[in-house]
């Protein structure tokens, strides 16, 4: 069977809390760990996407709009459903890793990044269907 799940692959959340949020993969774990014995991958996504903005808007209205509020966490491959978009990210890879989920502030530190790195993608207008709200 083929590994499509790789790193840098764009898929959307079936369940839970963030079910219809898009996510990038950043980790895979296809045979499990001793913790979770199931096949999981860490992903980083959006919580909260950027809101549309208009050329009448103030410069101070278009900053507030164009926030992006993210997270991480491990999710079950089962819970994932995989796109065809791809996301470059070299940036996000050094900064969530396993480690990041053993303590709250280095959970807290990983995001900060994470939504530094987002927000900053998004200005270039990279990826725009990314950064787009899923409307089902």
């Keep these: 069977m083929v590994k499509f799940l790789k790193p840098g692959k764009v898929a959307i959340i079936l369940s839970g809390r963030f079910a219809g949020k898009k ?11 001793k913790e979770r014995q ?4 860490i992903v980083a996504g959006i919580e909260r996407y ?3 903005v208009t050329k009448r808007m103030s410069q101070k209205r278009v900053v507030k ?7 991480i966490k491990v ?17 996000i890879k050094q900064i969530v890793n396993q480690e990041c989920f053993k303590e709250p502030s280095q959970r807290v530190t ?7 790195a987002l927000q ?3 200005k270039a207008g990279k990826n725009a269907w990314f ?4 409307r089902f």
């Excluded at 996510?23 to 760990?33: L, S």
């Excluded at 709009?65 to 997270?71: A, G, H, N, T, V």
């Excluded at 999710?75 to 940036?91: A, G, Q, S, V, W």
């Design 38 to 41: 199931y096949a999981h991958a």
């Design 23 to 33: 996510v990038v993969i950043v980790k895979n774990v296809d045979d499990g760990t």
């Design 50 to 52: 950027p809101l549309k």
């Design 65 to 71: 709009r164009s926030r992006i509020k993210p997270f």
């Design 120 to 122: 900053d993608r998004y």
């Design 110 to 116: 990983a995001k900060k990044a994470v939504k530094k």
């Design 75 to 91: 999710i079950n491959y089962k819970h994932l459903m995989p796109t065809r978009y791809t996301f470059e990210l070299e940036d």
């Design 131 to 134: 950064f787009a709200k899923l």
